[in-house]
Nanobody, 125 residues
Framework: VQLQASGGGLVQAGGSLSLSCAASVRTFGRYAVGWFRQAPGKDRESVAAFSRTGYIPLYADSVKGRFTISRDSAKNTVYLQMNSLKPEDTAVYYC???????????????????WGQGTQVTVSS
């Protein structure tokens, strides 16, 4: 499975960005897909994810109410709409996928087998 993340950029605080994660497999809808981010000097942290079954959206507390994850199965793509961005959202954002992950592991980077290349999001104050 190859993942291609795109959509990062520079935005002022309070602004919005939309990230995309396109997959190379037609069965992408059967995979759990997560968005993670990593700021300089910090560990990679979970942002949002879709469970492997049921299309349940999951969010880290830090982004609830501001970020929305969605998916278009016909396009084998998962999106992350980011609103009300804050300087602390600045990081490299990665999408990840796995076909066997269990729900309780959605926020654990090591549980995902496939990763995109990352896209930089910079929020200026």
């Amino acid at each position: 499975v190859q993942l291609q993340a795109s959509g990062g950029g520079l935005v002022q605080a309070g602004g919005s960005l939309s990230l995309s994660c396109a997959a190379s497999v037609r069965t992408f809808g059967r995979y759990a897909v997560g968005w993670f981010r990593q700021a300089p000097g910090k560990d990679r942290e979970s942002v949002a994810a879709f469970s492997r079954t049921g299309y349940i959206p999951l969010y880290a507390d830090s982004v609830k109410g501001r970020f929305t994850i969605s998916r278009d199965s016909a396009k084998n793509t998962v999106y992350l709409q980011m609103n009300s961005l804050k300087p602390e959202d600045t990081a490299v954002y990665y999408c990840a996928a796995d076909g066997r992950i269990i729900l309780g592991m959605w926020a654990t980077p090591s549980a995902y087998a496939y990763w995109g290349q990352g896209t930089q999001v910079t929020v200026s104050s």
